[in-house]
């Protein structure tokens, strides 16, 4: 723990000798190197254990100041969760621009070759509160706080570059539907649920993020293997005042991404906090995940020509169209020392902008930049968390704002207004035409009405035309996905009417969710407000499973093993995940370890809290008696139906086979492309074989029998 101690010095707990006050006095470290504990005015605490009372068996006392200044303290250690993106996790890091890229913008950020600029990202879920599962289906938060030179950029972005609707004035409403349903109180972290399709059902507007949400990409394997969109068209402003629209992409280095419902659904139970573990850990071992910023750049002649408004947030401009450039990269390299102190105090605010990066009129931006500032005085309870370290620019500031709860950087001086003629340094800072934020001159005006424009009329072409661009896996996940949400729904009608804007969008998708759902017959289409285009080009690069990563790197190898297991298998499985960069796990039937064939002892963790859906492919290395033994084991035999269930890589060994067996799985092995014999096959192809990620082609097998 550091202290500032008020007289210059600080004060480190751990490994300092003393222990600083103000007044220069000092506490003594004890013995045993810790230092006093103290209560927050200084004071050394004589008892910890009991508070003061008149008598032994008698009333505590009033007086006891260490007890009432504890219980308060305590008292007070929540602050409102956020509205949404409640549940979130954050990292340090940097972002280091690749080449100066003055003719498109002033933004320092952006100014040199090599420039590195302190970031801070926090990944979240939208839906769910504080504590629920990582897992949930739900669009991710992807928001980056940049500590420029020239005060703080705050990308706050999502891993889905659409959203549901196209007037912030909606929010609230999609926002209510979305999260648990009033008079309950439930269901937590999820849309599986009448409110939300009731609400999706007549807002056609939101149909291209129903796929979306409907689709993998909602249910990411970490927040490592995704994309991070700004979503919004904004603009680049060089220092001449040239302007140049701009459409921001993060692409992560790891590839990208997914798990399967049922995957999904079973993590959460394992553990909750899959998704936050990854990052921490990932960063602990020295993988620091990475994105690359891309620039999709365009101007008003492409904006004019273009099939959609590019102020519509619910439409993307595809890569295929207008290509993303790559011009930094994103690398998270430090864990947050104090989870409350950073995650849960950073204050992101979508009006943070910086000289050189403005706004454009999309609706939802508008209004995005008067929610986040006014949110944050809610949660944070005061107009000075800009001060908190996390939230505060790393580049000079001063201004005349002044006061309020918790001020801790007063202006020094005796002029705290402007103009003044105070001389030099006393009169305080001034403003600077050249060098300040100036807005891009657009013209605006025209009648005050409540209108939204005929160029957003479209709902259902970008729909379809992100369904068209998945692979077959995919549009099957998507069809699965509608009719569990769905499913959920007591109300008829209100599947009846999600099926009917399903037929503007596909129709085979549209008859698979009615049938899914047991619909006795097809309703009519949705009317459209435009007729759905058929001729848009299909979009590869929205599809996760068409462009799947070229290595197992930085995923997870779970290796089950028994006692008397092949010690020269298990390593040579071992070095070979090493040389991919993969991690591997020891799994053991016993928590102490099991005795290998060498006599060798090999932890593990132990195999009721290391089911196969914490791992990215299996092996099994094991004595067939041992396997016999483990047959009894409703964890044992979940670790390997599942593992083939969500279409895993699987290596065994033969002594492996009783397993398999009692998972049922004929003649003990996984009889598909999946599997490695691990008698047959080396393990250096096996996990040459994991690049892949899945065994799709078994995921029809499993659903059809
Ligand atoms: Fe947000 N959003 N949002 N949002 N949003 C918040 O600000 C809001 C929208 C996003 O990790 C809140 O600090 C409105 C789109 C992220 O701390 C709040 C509208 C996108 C985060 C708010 C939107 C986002 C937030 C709640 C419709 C993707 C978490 C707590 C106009 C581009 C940031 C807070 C973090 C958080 C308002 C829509 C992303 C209430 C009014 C679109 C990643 O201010």
């Not at 071992?574 to 099991?594: H, N, Q």
Request: charged share 25%; proline share 6%; aromatic share 10%.
């Amino acid at each position: 723990m550091t202290r500032d101690a008020g007289d210059g010095s600080t004060v480190r707990y751990g490994d300092q000798e003393v222990v600083r006050g103000d007044g220069g006095e000092t506490h003594q470290v004890a013995g045993d190197g810790r230092p006093p504990l103290t209560t927050q005015q200084g004071v050394v605490v004589g008892d910890d254990q009991n508070a003061l009372r008149a008598g032994e068996r008698g009333p505590s006392l009033l007086e006891d100041q260490h007890f009432r200044e504890k219980i308060f303290h305590f008292d007070h250690e929540r602050i409102p969760e956020r509205v949404v993106h409640a549940r979130g996790y954050g990292a340090h890091g940097f972002f280091e621009n690749y080449a100066p890229l003055t003719d498109i913008t002033r933004a320092a950020i952006f100014s040199e070759a090599g420039l590195r600029t302190p970031a801070f990202v926090r990944f979240s879920t939208v839906a769910g509160s504080k504590g629920s599962g990582d897992l949930a289906r739900d669009v991710r938060g992807f928001a980056v706080k940049l500590y420029t030179r020239e005060g703080n950029w705050d990308l706050v972005g999502n891993n889905i570059p659409v959203f549901f609707i196209q007037d912030a004035i909606k929010f609230p409403d999609v926002i209510h539907a979305a999260k648990q349903e009033p008079d309950r109180g439930f269901p937590q972290a999820q849309t599986a649920h009448d409110n939300f399709w009731d609400f999706a059902s007549l807002m056609p507007e939101a149909t291209h993020m129903l796929l979306w949400i409907m689709s993998d990409r909602a249910i990411p394997r970490s927040f490592r293997f995704m994309e991070g969109f700004g979503v919004h068209t904004f603009r680049l402003v060089t220092a001449d005042g040239r302007s140049t629209y701009v459409k921001f992409h993060w692409k992560p280095k790891q590839g990208l991404q997914s798990v399967v419902w049922n995957e999904a659904v079973k993590i959460n139970g394992a553990d909750p906090d899959f998704h936050r573990r990854d990052l921490w850990d990932a960063i602990g071992r020295g993988d620091f995940p990475e994105w690359e910023l891309g620039l999709q750049l365009f101007d008003d002649d492409f904006a004019d020509r273009f099939d959609f408004d590019v102020l519509d947030p619910t439409k993307i401009i595809p890569e295929e169209l207008l290509p993303v450039r790559p011009v930094g990269r994103l690398v998270l390299d430090r864990v947050v020392d104090n989870f409350f102190a950073e995650t849960e105090q950073v204050a992101f605010c979508t009006q943070n902008v910086v000289p050189g990066i403005d706004f454009t009129n999309d609706p939802l931006l508008q209004g995005r930049n008067f929610s986040y500032l006014d949110t944050q005085l809610k949660r944070l309870g005061s107009p000075n968390f800009t001060y908190l370290p996390v939230n505060a620019p790393k580049c000079p500031f001063a201004h005349f704002q002044q006061d309020g709860h918790m001020a801790m950087a007063n202006p020094v001086g005796r002029a705290n207004y402007e103009p003044n003629s105070w001389e030099g340094a006393e009169g305080g800072p001034r403003e600077d035409p050249g060098r300040g934020l100036t807005s891009f001159p657009e013209e605006a005006g025209g009648p005050k009405r409540r209108l939204r424009a005929e160029s957003f009329a479209d709902h259902y072409s970008q729909a379809r035309q992100f369904y068209l661009s998945q692979t077959d896996i995919e549009q099957l996940h998507i069809a699965d996905a509608f009719t569990f949400e769905l499913s959920k729904c007591e109300k008829v009608q209100i599947r009846t009417r999600i099926v009917a804007a399903l037929r503007n969008v596909h129709e085979e998708l549209a008859a698979t969710v009615a049938e899914g759902l047991g619909l006795r017959e097809l309703p009519d289409p949705a009317p459209a407000a435009r007729p759905p285009r058929q001729d848009l080009a299909s979009s590869p690069a929205l599809s996760i499973v068409a462009r799947g990563p070229a290595s197992f790197a930085g995923r997870k190898l779970g290796l089950l093993i028994t006692n008397g297991a092949d010690a020269q298998i298990i390593a040579a499985l071992r070095s070979a995940a090493e040389s991919e960069g993969t991690v591997t796990e020891i799994i053991t039937p016993v928590a102490g370890g099991v005795d290998a064939s060498d006599g060798s002892l090999i932890p593990g963790r132990q195999i009721d809290g290391a089911p196969s859906v914490l791992f990215d492919a299996i092996a099994i290395v094991a004595d067939p008696d041992a396997a016999r033994a483990l047959t009894a084991s409703p964890a044992a035999r979940d670790f390997v139906a599942d593992a083939y269930a969500h279409c895993k890589f699987i290596a065994a060994t033969a002594g492996a086979e009783p397993l398999f067996a009692a998972a049922g799985l004929a003649g003990g092995a996984v009889a598909d492309g999946g599997f490695a014999d691990l008698s047959e096959q080396t393990p250096a192809d096996f996990i040459a074989r994991c690049r892949q990620l899945r065994f799709w082609d078994r995921q029809r097998v499993v659903q059809d029998g």
